[in-house]
């Protein structure tokens, strides 16, 4: 495929580099579910394995009463698309016995339970093995599956403040802050598919199944970057600073004369530019700006010039005057300003199912953010109602009608 076809996002068919894949997913909210998100818009089968009592918390999450009401909830729909659904409470023989068969046929579990709940179940990574010994099992959790901390709930938000996160976001006056969406959920379900992909890698090379340990904590300290370096190598703690580059000067969020902006003049040549364009040359030769530690060593005069001459124009001027010239610059959107912005359009990043639930034509889905040469990353299908996979997915194991009443009368799926 030549550049320009590829380029042509709208028509490169469904991703299918994990056909055949078969997922169990016992995963709810946000990090376990986001994983395998990722796995179904490659072509995995993806099925959740549901509690019959309302499923994936989820579905009861999100800005819509009337989604919620129906158990299709925004919290839901946002990492759910391309899956099936089936019901099963694992407290009950009949299920357990019916997800036994289930795991038979399937390459992966995944699961975001607290440490030894899948244990008290009966279906450790010990008892899985003995069924399927090619399975791959991602245990996802707050604080991984060992140490002091193992037994503990976690969510998003404690686990920011653990990793250090919330430590230096803000400015001196408002950190500790947390991070505007749930980083560390987020995080731990882009480690668990990156893992689990792995072990299925391996897996094709030498039969061998796996088991993963997937800690949301280890996963956010591991992103974080020079914030661990400088301290692990340098001895420097990290300090929250705001809207501000620590590395360079200037370099952060500015204000233009309709609203805020980012520039980021990080190189001595960048910064000289920036000057010129502004129409304050003479800062190039005073002292305090002259070079990159003096630059920083004076910020706050710094920023204080820069805004003033940025009041001269408007954000979306400045934006591209400064990158005409090489220097880094974008204006601060908000989330409908950036999914309506021409860039994410023409990305074709945002995927339209027909959902058909509490007043909904259909639901928007956002994609991984990869396309492949010949395929992208797609949902086959819009989120799946509670249970509305039981009579195919259990139907396939040998199960008739009647059967499959019998386990629905009996309160099992």
């Not at 925004?74 to 694992?90: E, I, M, P, R």
């Not at 399975?135 to 920011?160: E, K, R, W």
Request: proline share 6%; net charge negative.
């Amino acid at each position: 495929m030549d550049r320009q076809s590829a380029t042509d996002r709208g028509s490169l068919p469904p991703a299918d580099l994990l056909e055949g894949v078969r997922v169990l997913d016992l995963t709810n909210v946000l990090s376990g579910p986001y994983a395998t998100y990722q796995m179904a818009m490659l072509g995995a089968e993806v099925i959740k394995v549901e509690n019959p009592a309302g499923g994936d918390l989820a579905r009861q999450l999100g800005a819509s009463p009337a989604l919620n009401e129906a158990l299709m909830g925004t919290s839901f729909l946002a990492q759910n698309a391309g899956k099936k659904s089936v019901t099963l409470d694992l407290k009950k023989p009949a299920a357990k016995a019916l997800f036994s068969r289930l795991i038979e046929t399937a390459d992966v579990i995944v699961e975001n339970f607290r440490p030894k709940v899948m244990e008290r179940l009966g279906f450790s990574w010990e008892d899985v093995r003995k069924i399927n010994p090619r399975m791959i099992y991602c245990a996802i959790s707050g604080f991984g599956q060992t140490g002091p901390l193992s037994a503990n709930p976690a969510y998003d938000q404690i686990v920011q403040g653990y990793s250090g996160v919330m430590s230096i976001t803000g400015d001196g006056q408002s950190a500790p802050l947390r991070v505007g969406y749930p980083l560390c959920d987020t995080l731990g379900g882009m480690g668990a598919a990156f893992a689990v992909v792995s072990a299925l890698f391996r897996r094709e090379r030498t039969g061998q199944g796996c088991y993963i340990d997937l800690s949301m904590l280890d996963s956010t300290i591991s992103a974080m970057g020079w914030a661990v370096s400088n301290y692990l190598i340098a001895g420097v703690e990290a300090k929250p600073i705001g809207n501000q580059n620590m590395t360079a000067a200037p370099s952060g969020a500015f204000q233009a004369a309709d609203g805020p902006i980012n520039i980021a003049a990080n190189k001595q040549e960048q910064w000289e530019a920036l000057c010129g364009i502004v129409g304050r040359p003479e800062l190039t030769s005073d002292p305090r700006f002259a070079e990159r530690e003096a630059r920083k060593a004076h910020r706050v005069e710094l920023n204080a010039l820069i805004n003033d001459a940025l009041s001269a124009k408007t954000a979306q001027e400045w934006e591209t005057l400064l990158n005409a010239a090489g220097i880094p610059a974008g204006r601060i959107l908000t989330v409908p300003g950036a999914l309506a912005h021409p860039q994410i359009v023409a990305r074709d990043l945002v995927q339209a199912l027909p959902l058909g639930q509490a007043g909904y034509e259909d639901v928007k889905v956002v994609r991984p953010g990869f396309t492949l040469d010949d395929s992208r990353p797609t949902a086959r299908c819009a989120p799946p109602v509670l249970g509305a996979d039981n009579e195919d997915v259990f139907g396939a194991l040998g199960m008739d009608a009647e059967a499959i009443e019998a386990l629905r009368a009996e309160g099992a799926i």
